[in-house]
């Protein structure tokens, strides 16, 4: 793990990283477009991004964002005690990940709100954890904010499932919790949540993916969660992963979301990339697709 508390402040927000574990391996058989090859092509790709042989980096993290009085959580890592049978090293984990969040000056009852961009298992798991046995909100007094569609796609797939996947799995554990302890909050975006707060569609990865932008007092950021999974694929909009729900869509949303960024002063970061995780968008020249330009100054 290259470290476990990253903090940036952007305009007047202090963004917090609470990093659960090292992904990077994942992208060899997540990405498969990816190959050392291909990598070495990236010619502003560089470390830490990738290792010094072209593999890539890459980390599961949460993002929390403290701006004008709230304390949101965006996404919340694969977490403890979940059952995660198609992924062994993410099953029954036990991390100090509550322990991190108080030494980060966290206080997980005050936070204010939490965002998942989705529902994978990788971005819910902290939504809850195990105590006498029973799932309990890990946020006991924010607002869990769910794009409706979004949850309406896992809730029948629940419903259609006879196996028992580790999607079903961690909508149980991870998820309708959430909606029964009546902290589930269900928007449509493009939704306003105030204080500079808005969650945007960004579907593809899967059927209503969201991101979520923080004007912040003069600078904004966009945290994009799995819409882009690895820096490379600003070079390489077009490259999908292998569970993306809609490919063509998921490289349409890339597409889009970085044209719009290009050139601009708004900071993106995704939900893997490694730390330093915020970084403005160029366009390339010469070639399609788009640079990352990370911003390297943390507090
Ligand atoms: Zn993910």
Redesign the pocket.
């Given at each position: 793990m290259p470290l476990e508390i990253a903090k940036t402040r952007i305009g007047d927000a202090e963004i917090i990283q609470i990093i659960e574990m090292d992904v990077g391996h994942h992208f060899d058989w997540f990405l498969p477009d990816n190959n050392p090859e291909a990598i070495r092509q990236i010619t502003w790709l560089d470390e830490p991004y990738r290792t010094a042989d072209y593999r890539l980096n890459g980390l599961s993290q949460s993002f929390i964002i403290k701006h004008a009085g709230r304390i949101l959580v965006v996404d919340t890592c694969i977490g403890n005690d979940k059952t995660v049978d198609e992924i062994e090293e993410w099953n029954a984990l036990q991390i100090d990940f509550l322990g991190q969040l108080e030494r980060a000056g966290i206080d997980r009852e005050k936070v204010t709100d939490v965002l998942c961009t989705h529902l994978?298992v990788?971005?819910v798991g902290w939504n809850t954890h195990l105590k006498d046995g029973l799932w309990l909100p890990t946020f006991a007094n924010a607002k869990y904010h769910f794009a409706r569609d979004e949850y309406d796609f896992w809730l029948d797939a629940l419903k259609q499932d006879e196996e028992g996947s580790m999607q079903s799995a961690s909508f149980h554990e991870s998820v309708l919790p959430i909606a029964e302890a009546g902290l589930a909050n269900f928007i449509d975006p493009p939704t306003d949540l105030g204080d500079g707060i808005t969650v945007i569609p960004t579907p593809g990865h899967t059927r209503a993916h969201v991101a979520v932008v923080v004007d912040a007092g003069g600078e904004r950021l966009v945290i994009a969660g799995?819409a882009i999974?690895h820096p490379c694929q600003i070079a390489r909009p077009h490259w999908a992963t292998v569970s993306d729900y809609d490919k063509d869509q998921s490289a349409a949303t890339r597409v889009k979301l970085l044209g719009d960024l290009a050139g601009t002063p708004t900071l993106v970061a995704d939900?893997?990339f490694n730390v330093p995780s915020f970084g403005r968008i160029e366009v390339a020249v010469g070639e399609d697709g788009f640079v990352f330009v990370p911003r390297k100054e943390s507090h």
């Open positions: 994978h990788d971005h799995d999974h939900i893997h």
